[in-house]
């Protein structure tokens, strides 16, 4: 079933939910996990800075934070009693959508599980989605895991929100 699954996070609670989501399916299949976590250079580029200042003293910087979110990533895995590989990529070459597809091609996974905020109107046209564009390209299916919300009805009940909504890619 799914014995190779790539988990792109960030860092953030949503993109560990995903992960945890990864880890049950991983128990249940026997499957692997690999975590990449793509330094999106470019994100942060404000035209204001020199290039020397920008490329010696930023871009380690984030280097050395995505090490640390892969490292978080690892432990929390081990602590569930399994063991992930992880990479570490830059986006310098392309968007992130592009390099997890990318990577999932080339490790040759079965499914891709992503921690996704469900942003929707103007915070989704300003912000895009990574994780949109990745089930529109992925070879394989992805499994998006929402964030916990506060969703009510029109009545004032707390709405179900399920913790994650399977799709085929």
């Known amino acids: ?10 860092g953030s609670a949503t993109s560990m939910r995903g992960l945890d989501e990864a880890v049950r399916l991983a128990r249940l299949t026997g499957g692997a996990i690999r975590l990449i976590h793509v330094v999106d250079e470019l994100k942060y580029v404000t035209g204001f800075e020199s290039f020397a200042a920008y490329s010696g003293d930023i871009v380690p910087l984030m280097a050395q934070a995505g090490k640390e979110v892969l ?14 590989e992880s990479v570490l990529f830059t986006s310098l070459a392309g968007r ?9 091609k080339a490790w040759q996974a079965d499914l891709i599980v992503i921690g996704t905020h469900g942003r929707h109107g103007v ?11 990745v089930l529109r390209m992925a070879p394989v299916p992805v499994l998006l895991v929402r964030a916990k919300s506060d969703t009510r009805d029109d009545e004032g009940a707390q709405a179900p929100v399920p913790d994650a909504v399977k799709l085929q890619a």
């Open 123 to 133: 915070a989704r046209a300003l912000l895009g989605s990574d994780a949109e564009q």
């Open 71 to 84: 490292a978080q990533g690892r432990e929390r895995v081990r602590r569930a009693g399994m063991e992930a």
């Open 96 to 104: 992130v959508s592009e390099l997890v597809v990318e990577q999932a």
């Open 1 to 10: 079933m799914y014995e190779r699954i790539l988990v792109p996070i960030d």
